[in-house]
T-cell receptor, first 110, second 114 residues
Framework: DVKVTQSSRYLVKRTGEKVFLECVQD?????MFWYRQDPGLGLRLIYF???????EKGDIPEGYSVSREKKERFSLILESASTNQTSMYLC?????????FGPGTRLTVL | AQSVTQLDSQVPVFEEAPVELRCNYS??????LFWYVQYPNQGLQLLLK??????LVESINGFEAEFNKSQTSFHLRKPSVHISDTAEYFC????????????FGQGTRLTINP
């Protein structure tokens, strides 16, 4: 069965902290994605990766970076968290044009 | 660039009534089309997809969607809804080539009343 896991369901951080969100998939997929979900805006793509150590900016990359050292793991990094990064973060991996999503991490930045 | 518009942010219906969730897209190239569902406090699950072939696609739980190229629409329908269908529904498109990025609509919250 398809499995995408995210390291935390809920996370509370303070402004200025460095935040790591981890995502792991067990399906040997090449493509992985990070989105943020906000009410009334749907999902917006932050970054994606089509291979190990390869990454591309999505629609809203400002304030974020990513790391993909191994095929199964894709990390989202908030270098200095700000209150406007309070959101739901969803990770996905894809194969044959179908994306499979993790359960999401609800991040609150105080 | 592609864009997706879901015409209704909220749709309340009574149990066993029919429902239609509307989705229009814009693209200068051919696309794949998807509907995802998000139940409360969960991630997104694929409901159905159109990649090629028959323009009418169906899911295992009674939903169907029809790809209409001339109207650039991919509306989602169910003839009789259940309480368990209460969720948020997202329409999405991706282009045929490239890294399979999805562009999502804003979402439609479907609420089923008894």
């Amino acid at each position: 069965d398809v499995k995408v896991t995210q390291s935390s369901r809920y996370l509370v951080k303070r402004t200025g902290e460095k935040v790591f969100l981890e995502c792991v998939q067990d399906m040997d997929h090449e493509n992985m994605f990070w989105y943020r979900q906000d009410p009334g805006l749907g999902l917006r793509l932050i970054y994606f990766s089509y291979d190990v150590k390869m990454k591309e900016k999505g629609d809203i990359p400002e304030g974020y970076s990513v790391s993909r050292e191994k095929k199964e793991r894709f990390s989202l990094i908030l270098e200095s968290a700000s209150t406007n990064q309070t959101s739901m973060y969803l990770c996905a991996s894809s194969m044959h044009n179908v994306q499979f999503f993790g359960p999401g991490t609800r991040l609150t930045v105080l | 660039a592609q864009s997706v518009t879901q015409l209704d942010s909220q749709v309340p219906v009574f149990e066993e009534a029919p429902v239609e969730l509307r989705c229009n897209y814009s693209s200068s190239v051919s696309v794949y089309l998807f509907w995802y569902v998000q139940y409360p406090n969960q991630g997104l699950q694929l409901l159905l997809k159109y990649l090629s072939g028959s323009t009418l696609v169906e899911s295992i739980n009674g939903f169907e969607a029809e790809f209409n190229k001339s109207q650039t629409s991919f509306h989602l329908r169910k003839p009789s809804v259940h309480i368990s269908d209460t969720a948020e529904y997202f329409c999405a498109v991706s282009v045929l080539q490239g890294a399979q990025k999805l562009v999502f609509g804003q979402g439609t919250r479907l609420t089923i009343n008894p």
